[in-house]
Protein backbone atom coordinates (compact mmCIF):
# COMPACT_ATOMS: atom_id res chain seq x y z
CA UNK A 1 0.00 0.00 0.00
CA UNK A 2 0.98 3.66 -0.47
CA UNK A 3 1.35 5.51 3.07
CA UNK A 4 2.74 8.97 4.61
CA UNK A 5 6.40 7.49 5.79
CA UNK A 6 9.08 9.89 8.83
CA UNK A 7 12.42 9.85 7.26
CA UNK A 8 14.19 12.25 9.45
CA UNK A 9 13.30 16.10 10.61
CA UNK A 10 11.34 17.87 7.87
CA UNK A 11 10.88 14.47 5.33
CA UNK A 12 8.02 12.98 5.05
CA UNK A 13 7.46 10.95 1.71
CA UNK A 14 4.70 8.41 0.27
CA UNK A 15 6.26 4.99 0.35
CA UNK A 16 5.08 1.69 -0.55
CA UNK A 17 5.65 -0.70 2.10
CA UNK A 18 3.65 -3.73 2.98
CA UNK A 19 0.12 -3.90 3.78
CA UNK A 20 -1.39 -4.05 7.44
CA UNK A 21 -2.38 -7.85 8.76
CA UNK A 22 -4.35 -8.86 11.83
CA UNK A 23 -1.82 -9.52 14.34
CA UNK A 24 -4.09 -10.48 17.62
CA UNK A 25 -7.79 -11.11 17.91
CA UNK A 26 -8.75 -7.93 19.40
CA UNK A 27 -7.80 -6.57 16.03
CA UNK A 28 -9.59 -5.07 12.50
CA UNK A 29 -7.97 -3.77 9.73
CA UNK A 30 -9.84 -1.03 7.65
CA UNK A 31 -9.66 0.35 4.43
CA UNK A 32 -8.65 4.43 4.96
CA UNK A 33 -11.37 6.40 3.84
CA UNK A 34 -10.27 9.90 5.44
CA UNK A 35 -7.23 10.74 7.63
CA UNK A 36 -5.93 14.17 8.66
CA UNK A 37 -2.69 15.79 9.78
CA UNK A 38 -2.50 17.17 13.34
CA UNK A 39 -0.63 19.53 15.06
CA UNK A 40 0.95 16.84 16.70
CA UNK A 41 2.34 15.24 13.87
CA UNK A 42 4.30 18.66 13.56
CA UNK A 43 6.01 17.74 17.02
CA UNK A 44 7.29 14.77 14.85
CA UNK A 45 8.05 16.29 11.16
CA UNK A 46 10.39 18.87 13.46
CA UNK A 47 12.00 15.89 14.77
CA UNK A 48 10.93 16.78 18.55
CA UNK A 49 9.68 13.95 19.47
CA UNK A 50 12.93 11.09 20.05
CA UNK A 51 12.39 7.22 19.24
CA UNK A 52 10.99 8.09 15.53
CA UNK A 53 12.46 5.51 13.44
CA UNK A 54 12.95 5.92 9.29
CA UNK A 55 9.96 4.66 7.56
CA UNK A 56 7.24 4.71 10.54
CA UNK A 57 4.08 5.89 9.13
CA UNK A 58 2.23 8.97 10.37
CA UNK A 59 -1.61 9.49 11.26
CA UNK A 60 -3.44 9.17 14.29
CA UNK A 61 -6.50 11.22 13.27
CA UNK A 62 -8.55 8.18 11.09
CA UNK A 63 -11.78 6.59 9.68
CA UNK A 64 -12.48 3.63 7.33
CA UNK A 65 -14.47 0.97 6.28
CA UNK A 66 -13.70 -2.40 8.25
CA UNK A 67 -12.23 -4.89 5.87
CA UNK A 68 -11.15 -7.72 7.80
CA UNK A 69 -12.25 -8.47 11.85
CA UNK A 70 -10.23 -10.45 14.61
CA UNK A 71 -11.87 -13.75 15.96
CA UNK A 72 -13.06 -11.66 19.55
CA UNK A 73 -14.12 -8.55 17.83
CA UNK A 74 -17.85 -9.22 17.68
CA UNK A 75 -19.41 -5.62 18.05
CA UNK A 76 -18.22 -4.52 14.50
CA UNK A 77 -19.31 -6.16 11.01
CA UNK A 78 -16.83 -5.97 7.51
CA UNK A 79 -17.94 -2.85 5.55
CA UNK A 80 -18.90 -0.88 8.81
CA UNK A 81 -17.88 3.02 8.79
CA UNK A 82 -15.92 3.84 11.85
CA UNK A 83 -14.18 6.57 13.37
CA UNK A 84 -11.03 5.35 15.02
CA UNK A 85 -10.03 7.11 18.50
CA UNK A 86 -5.96 8.09 18.71
CA UNK A 87 -5.54 6.62 21.65
CA UNK A 88 -5.28 2.95 21.81
CA UNK A 89 -7.21 1.87 24.64
CA UNK A 90 -7.60 -1.83 26.27
CA UNK A 91 -11.05 -0.87 28.08
CA UNK A 92 -9.80 -3.31 31.18
CA UNK A 93 -7.25 -1.88 32.85
CA UNK A 94 -7.79 0.33 36.24
CA UNK A 95 -7.30 3.53 34.17
CA UNK A 96 -9.89 2.82 31.57
CA UNK A 97 -12.25 1.79 34.29
CA UNK A 98 -12.13 5.00 35.28
CA UNK A 99 -12.47 6.23 32.11
CA UNK A 100 -8.76 7.37 31.88
CA UNK A 101 -8.84 6.06 28.32
CA UNK A 102 -5.45 8.18 27.75
CA UNK A 103 -3.35 6.71 31.05
CA UNK A 104 -4.50 3.21 29.34
CA UNK A 105 -1.90 0.70 31.25
CA UNK A 106 -1.70 -2.14 28.30
CA UNK A 107 -1.45 -0.93 25.18
CA UNK A 108 1.86 1.05 25.08
CA UNK A 109 5.02 -1.60 25.45
CA UNK A 110 7.51 0.71 26.47
CA UNK A 111 5.11 2.53 29.50
CA UNK A 112 7.23 2.40 32.05
CA UNK A 113 10.43 3.02 30.58
CA UNK A 114 8.44 6.30 28.95
CA UNK A 115 7.23 7.44 32.11
CA UNK A 116 10.43 6.87 34.24
CA UNK A 117 12.58 8.94 31.19
CA UNK A 118 9.86 11.94 30.43
CA UNK A 119 7.02 11.34 32.91
CA UNK A 120 5.44 10.29 29.53
CA UNK A 121 3.16 7.39 29.76
CA UNK A 122 -0.04 7.50 28.08
CA UNK A 123 -1.21 4.61 26.27
CA UNK A 124 -0.31 3.45 23.04
CA UNK A 125 -0.74 6.28 20.39
CA UNK A 126 -1.12 5.72 16.22
CA UNK A 127 1.75 6.88 14.41
CA UNK A 128 3.37 8.51 17.14
CA UNK A 129 7.04 6.91 17.74
CA UNK A 130 8.24 3.97 19.64
CA UNK A 131 8.00 5.00 23.22
CA UNK A 132 4.73 5.62 22.88
CA UNK A 133 4.15 2.26 21.75
CA UNK A 134 5.59 2.07 17.48
CA UNK A 135 1.93 1.77 16.22
CA UNK A 136 1.87 2.06 12.70
CA UNK A 137 -0.65 5.62 11.92
CA UNK A 138 -3.39 5.69 9.34
CA UNK A 139 -1.99 8.20 6.80
CA UNK A 140 -2.17 5.38 4.27
CA UNK A 141 -4.50 3.26 2.41
CA UNK A 142 -5.12 0.55 5.24
CA UNK A 143 -4.45 0.65 9.17
CA UNK A 144 -4.37 -2.08 11.54
CA UNK A 145 -6.93 -1.05 14.50
CA UNK A 146 -5.72 -3.06 17.61
CA UNK A 147 -8.44 -2.96 20.42
CA UNK A 148 -10.61 -2.31 17.92
CA UNK A 149 -13.69 -4.06 20.21
CA UNK A 150 -13.00 -0.93 22.49
CA UNK A 151 -12.23 2.29 20.70
CA UNK A 152 -13.70 2.86 17.52
CA UNK A 153 -16.92 4.12 16.67
CA UNK A 154 -19.39 3.16 14.27
CA UNK A 155 -20.80 6.36 11.81
CA UNK A 156 -24.27 6.37 10.72
CA UNK A 157 -24.63 7.05 7.11
CA UNK A 158 -25.88 10.47 6.96
CA UNK A 159 -23.18 11.90 8.98
CA UNK A 160 -20.21 12.41 6.13
CA UNK A 161 -16.68 11.44 6.42
CA UNK A 162 -15.87 15.29 6.88
CA UNK A 163 -18.12 15.76 10.28
CA UNK A 164 -17.16 12.34 11.63
CA UNK A 165 -13.39 12.22 10.90
CA UNK A 166 -12.81 14.68 14.09
CA UNK A 167 -14.24 12.55 16.68
CA UNK A 168 -10.91 10.70 16.02
CA UNK A 169 -9.13 13.62 18.29
CA UNK A 170 -9.65 17.20 17.68
CA UNK A 171 -13.22 17.56 18.37
CA UNK A 172 -12.97 15.52 22.05
CA UNK A 173 -9.61 17.53 22.89
CA UNK A 174 -11.22 20.85 22.55
CA UNK A 175 -14.32 19.85 24.06
CA UNK A 176 -12.03 18.01 26.73
CA UNK A 177 -10.40 21.00 27.24
CA UNK A 178 -13.62 23.02 27.50
CA UNK A 179 -15.01 20.29 29.95
CA UNK A 180 -11.60 21.41 32.19
CA UNK A 181 -11.53 25.00 32.33
CA UNK A 182 -14.49 23.98 34.43
CA UNK A 183 -16.93 26.33 32.89
CA UNK A 184 -19.83 27.97 34.79
CA UNK A 185 -22.66 29.33 33.00
CA UNK A 186 -21.72 32.76 31.82
CA UNK A 187 -18.27 32.60 32.38
CA UNK A 188 -15.52 34.65 30.13
CA UNK A 189 -13.22 31.73 28.57
CA UNK A 190 -9.76 32.83 26.96
CA UNK A 191 -8.36 30.66 24.50
CA UNK A 192 -4.56 31.36 23.18
CA UNK A 193 -4.40 29.26 19.77
CA UNK A 194 -6.69 29.57 16.68
CA UNK A 195 -5.48 26.34 15.31
CA UNK A 196 -7.59 23.24 14.67
CA UNK A 197 -7.86 22.35 18.53
CA UNK A 198 -8.40 26.17 19.72
CA UNK A 199 -11.58 26.24 17.10
CA UNK A 200 -13.23 23.16 19.01
CA UNK A 201 -12.39 24.48 22.56
CA UNK A 202 -13.80 27.78 21.40
CA UNK A 203 -16.97 26.24 19.78
CA UNK A 204 -17.13 23.84 22.80
CA UNK A 205 -16.81 26.64 25.86
CA UNK A 206 -20.33 28.14 24.20
CA UNK A 207 -21.76 24.78 24.09
CA UNK A 208 -20.88 24.17 27.73
CA UNK A 209 -22.31 27.59 28.43
CA UNK A 210 -19.21 30.06 28.34
CA UNK A 211 -20.99 33.47 27.85
CA UNK A 212 -18.10 35.15 25.76
CA UNK A 213 -14.91 33.09 24.86
CA UNK A 214 -12.06 35.40 23.72
CA UNK A 215 -9.36 33.72 21.63
CA UNK A 216 -6.07 34.67 20.98
CA UNK A 217 -3.85 34.21 17.42
CA UNK A 218 -1.73 36.37 15.18
CA UNK A 219 -3.18 34.58 11.76
CA UNK A 220 -5.93 36.72 10.19
CA UNK A 221 -7.42 33.42 8.90
CA UNK A 222 -7.61 31.73 12.26
CA UNK A 223 -9.30 34.89 13.60
CA UNK A 224 -11.68 35.03 11.23
CA UNK A 225 -13.01 31.51 11.84
CA UNK A 226 -12.99 31.83 15.76
CA UNK A 227 -15.26 34.80 15.36
CA UNK A 228 -17.46 33.33 13.06
CA UNK A 229 -17.77 30.16 15.47
CA UNK A 230 -18.63 33.02 17.97
CA UNK A 231 -15.55 34.02 19.57
CA UNK A 232 -14.03 37.95 20.37
CA UNK A 233 -10.60 38.43 18.98
CA UNK A 234 -6.66 39.30 20.26
CA UNK A 235 -3.99 39.50 17.73
CA UNK A 236 -1.46 38.75 20.31
CA UNK A 237 1.36 40.42 17.37
CA UNK A 238 -0.67 43.78 17.28
CA UNK A 239 -1.59 44.24 21.27
CA UNK A 240 -0.63 43.16 24.90
CA UNK A 241 -2.39 40.55 25.56
CA UNK A 242 -2.89 40.94 29.47
CA UNK A 243 -3.52 44.77 29.41
CA UNK A 244 -6.10 43.43 27.10
CA UNK A 245 -8.02 40.99 29.01
CA UNK A 246 -7.62 42.77 32.01
CA UNK A 247 -9.30 45.94 29.95
CA UNK A 248 -12.24 43.34 29.03
CA UNK A 249 -12.72 41.57 32.40
CA UNK A 250 -12.87 44.47 34.62
CA UNK A 251 -9.39 43.83 35.82
CA UNK A 252 -10.16 40.55 36.96
CA UNK A 253 -9.12 38.18 34.12
CA UNK A 254 -11.03 35.13 31.97
CA UNK A 255 -12.91 32.98 34.57
CA UNK A 256 -10.77 30.34 32.66
CA UNK A 257 -7.88 30.59 30.28
CA UNK A 258 -7.27 27.50 27.60
CA UNK A 259 -3.62 27.22 26.53
CA UNK A 260 -4.47 25.29 22.47
CA UNK A 261 -0.85 25.86 21.13
CA UNK A 262 2.02 24.04 23.75
CA UNK A 263 5.55 24.54 23.03
CA UNK A 264 6.05 23.06 20.08
CA UNK A 265 3.34 24.30 17.79
CA UNK A 266 3.77 27.87 19.23
CA UNK A 267 6.94 28.49 16.74
CA UNK A 268 9.09 31.45 16.57
CA UNK A 269 12.15 29.49 18.22
CA UNK A 270 10.34 27.68 20.98
CA UNK A 271 10.45 24.19 18.85
CA UNK A 272 14.71 24.85 18.84
CA UNK A 273 14.70 25.90 22.07
CA UNK A 274 13.20 22.50 23.06
CA UNK A 275 16.23 20.18 23.22
CA UNK A 276 18.83 23.16 23.67
CA UNK A 277 19.06 24.14 27.48
CA UNK A 278 20.70 27.33 26.18
CA UNK A 279 18.96 28.00 23.24
CA UNK A 280 15.95 27.46 25.47
CA UNK A 281 16.96 29.56 28.14
CA UNK A 282 17.35 32.45 25.73
CA UNK A 283 14.39 32.27 23.82
CA UNK A 284 12.33 31.93 27.08
CA UNK A 285 13.89 35.08 28.55
CA UNK A 286 12.40 36.97 25.66
CA UNK A 287 8.63 35.87 27.01
CA UNK A 288 7.55 36.56 23.55
CA UNK A 289 5.41 33.18 23.29
CA UNK A 290 5.53 31.02 26.53
CA UNK A 291 1.72 30.52 26.52
CA UNK A 292 1.59 29.20 29.42
CA UNK A 293 2.98 31.35 31.64
CA UNK A 294 0.99 34.04 29.85
CA UNK A 295 -2.28 31.64 30.60
CA UNK A 296 -1.31 31.56 34.59
CA UNK A 297 -0.47 35.46 34.89
CA UNK A 298 -4.03 36.39 33.23
CA UNK A 299 -5.98 34.18 34.66
CA UNK A 300 -8.87 35.64 37.39
CA UNK A 301 -7.95 34.54 41.02
CA UNK A 302 -9.50 30.94 42.05
CA UNK A 303 -10.03 30.24 38.35
CA UNK A 304 -8.96 27.32 36.18
CA UNK A 305 -6.11 26.73 33.43
CA UNK A 306 -6.93 24.08 30.89
CA UNK A 307 -4.01 22.72 29.12
CA UNK A 308 -4.62 20.52 25.54
CA UNK A 309 -1.41 21.78 24.43
CA UNK A 310 1.79 19.70 24.16
CA UNK A 311 4.49 20.22 26.06
CA UNK A 312 7.99 18.45 25.40
CA UNK A 313 10.57 19.22 28.12
CA UNK A 314 10.04 22.97 28.32
CA UNK A 315 8.71 23.33 31.76
CA UNK A 316 10.73 25.70 33.00
CA UNK A 317 9.84 29.17 33.44
CA UNK A 318 6.13 28.05 34.40
CA UNK A 319 4.94 30.50 37.30
CA UNK A 320 4.10 27.73 39.66
CA UNK A 321 4.31 30.11 42.01
CA UNK A 322 1.99 32.29 40.93
CA UNK A 323 -0.61 29.74 40.39
CA UNK A 324 -0.46 28.73 44.09
CA UNK A 325 -1.05 32.30 44.67
CA UNK A 326 -3.97 32.60 42.71
CA UNK A 327 -5.78 29.48 44.38
CA UNK A 328 -5.40 28.49 40.88
CA UNK A 329 -6.91 25.11 39.52
CA UNK A 330 -4.80 23.39 36.36
CA UNK A 331 -6.45 20.46 34.47
CA UNK A 332 -4.74 18.86 31.47
CA UNK A 333 -4.04 15.27 29.68
CA UNK A 334 -3.69 13.57 26.72
CA UNK A 335 -7.31 13.53 25.57
CA UNK A 336 -9.63 10.37 26.83
CA UNK A 337 -11.32 10.15 22.90
CA UNK A 338 -13.11 7.17 23.95
CA UNK A 339 -15.20 9.01 27.05
CA UNK A 340 -16.73 11.55 24.04
CA UNK A 341 -16.74 10.01 21.20
CA UNK A 342 -20.75 8.67 21.56
CA UNK A 343 -22.17 12.00 22.65
CA UNK A 344 -19.95 14.54 20.62
CA UNK A 345 -21.60 12.01 17.54
CA UNK A 346 -25.26 12.66 18.97
CA UNK A 347 -24.31 16.57 18.73
CA UNK A 348 -23.44 16.30 15.34
CA UNK A 349 -26.60 13.82 14.58
CA UNK A 350 -28.77 16.94 16.15
CA UNK A 351 -26.75 19.04 14.21
CA UNK A 352 -25.76 21.06 16.99
CA UNK A 353 -22.23 21.25 15.61
CA UNK A 354 -20.74 20.69 12.13
CA UNK A 355 -17.03 19.81 12.23
CA UNK A 356 -16.31 20.19 8.71
CA UNK A 357 -16.53 23.90 9.04
CA UNK A 358 -12.51 23.77 10.34
CA UNK A 359 -11.65 21.87 7.12
CA UNK A 360 -9.68 24.27 4.51
CA UNK A 361 -7.79 21.83 3.04
CA UNK A 362 -8.75 18.56 1.50
CA UNK A 363 -5.67 16.77 -0.30
CA UNK A 364 -4.44 13.19 -2.20
CA UNK A 365 -2.66 11.24 -0.04
CA UNK A 366 0.09 11.42 -2.60
CA UNK A 367 -0.12 15.52 -1.70
CA UNK A 368 0.48 14.96 1.97
CA UNK A 369 4.73 15.68 1.70
CA UNK A 370 3.09 19.55 0.31
CA UNK A 371 0.66 19.88 2.82
CA UNK A 372 2.84 19.13 5.79
CA UNK A 373 4.99 21.66 5.03
CA UNK A 374 1.96 23.62 4.34
CA UNK A 375 0.00 22.86 7.51
CA UNK A 376 3.56 23.64 9.33
CA UNK A 377 4.35 27.15 7.88
CA UNK A 378 0.91 28.16 7.98
CA UNK A 379 0.82 29.16 4.34
CA UNK A 380 -1.90 29.60 1.88
CA UNK A 381 -4.77 30.00 4.42
CA UNK A 382 -4.57 26.19 5.23
CA UNK A 383 -6.40 25.62 9.05
CA UNK A 384 -7.25 21.70 8.55
CA UNK A 385 -6.00 19.52 6.19
CA UNK A 386 -7.79 16.11 5.52
CA UNK A 387 -6.30 13.11 2.88
CA UNK A 388 -8.54 10.90 1.15
CA UNK A 389 -6.69 7.87 -0.15
CA UNK A 390 -7.59 6.32 -2.85
CA UNK A 391 -9.32 9.46 -4.33
P1 LIG B 1 -1.62 24.45 15.22
O1 LIG B 1 -0.15 24.50 15.16
O2 LIG B 1 -2.40 24.39 13.94
O3 LIG B 1 -2.22 25.68 16.04
C1 LIG B 1 -1.52 26.39 17.02
C2 LIG B 1 -1.93 27.84 16.94
O4 LIG B 1 -1.34 28.58 18.03
C3 LIG B 1 -1.50 28.54 15.65
O5 LIG B 1 -2.62 29.08 14.98
C4 LIG B 1 -0.52 29.60 16.14
O6 LIG B 1 -0.54 30.78 15.34
C5 LIG B 1 -1.04 29.86 17.55
N1 LIG B 1 -0.08 30.52 18.45
C6 LIG B 1 1.28 30.45 18.44
N2 LIG B 1 1.79 31.23 19.40
C7 LIG B 1 0.75 31.81 20.04
C8 LIG B 1 0.65 32.75 21.10
N3 LIG B 1 1.72 33.23 21.71
N4 LIG B 1 -0.59 33.15 21.50
C9 LIG B 1 -1.71 32.68 20.88
N5 LIG B 1 -1.66 31.78 19.84
C10 LIG B 1 -0.44 31.37 19.43
O7 LIG B 1 -1.95 23.16 16.14
P2 LIG B 1 -3.33 22.41 16.59
O8 LIG B 1 -3.56 21.26 15.67
O9 LIG B 1 -4.44 23.37 16.81
O10 LIG B 1 -2.84 21.82 17.99
C11 LIG B 1 -2.61 22.70 19.09
C12 LIG B 1 -1.90 21.98 20.23
O11 LIG B 1 -2.74 20.93 20.75
C13 LIG B 1 -0.59 21.30 19.82
O12 LIG B 1 0.35 21.45 20.88
C14 LIG B 1 -0.99 19.83 19.71
O13 LIG B 1 0.10 18.97 19.90
C15 LIG B 1 -1.97 19.75 20.85
N6 LIG B 1 -2.88 18.58 20.81
C16 LIG B 1 -3.13 17.97 22.00
C17 LIG B 1 -3.99 16.88 22.06
C18 LIG B 1 -4.32 16.24 23.38
O14 LIG B 1 -4.65 15.06 23.44
N7 LIG B 1 -4.27 16.99 24.47
C19 LIG B 1 -4.60 16.41 20.89
C20 LIG B 1 -4.35 17.09 19.68
C21 LIG B 1 -3.48 18.17 19.65
ZN1 LIG C 1 -4.11 14.98 16.62
Given at each position: MRALCWHGKGDVRVDTVPDPKIQHPRDAVIKITACAICGSDLHLLDGYQPTMESGDILGHENMGEVIELGSEVTNLKIGDRIVVPFTISCGQCWFCQKGLFSCCDRTNPNAEIAAKAMGHSPAGLFGFSHMLGGYAGGQAEYLRVPMADVGPIKIPDNVSDEQALFLSDIFPTGYMAAVNAQIETGDTVAIWGCGPVGQFAIRSALLLGAGRVIAIDEIPERLVMAEAGGAETIDFSKTDVYDELMKRTDKRGPDSCIDAVGCEASGHGAADAVMDRVKAAAFLA?????VLRQAIMCCRKGGTVSIPGVYV???????IGAAMNKSLTIKTGQTHVQAYTRSLLKMIEESKIDPSFVVTHPASLEDAPAMYRKFRDKEDGVIKVVLRPGR
Open positions: TDRVHGMGDKIP
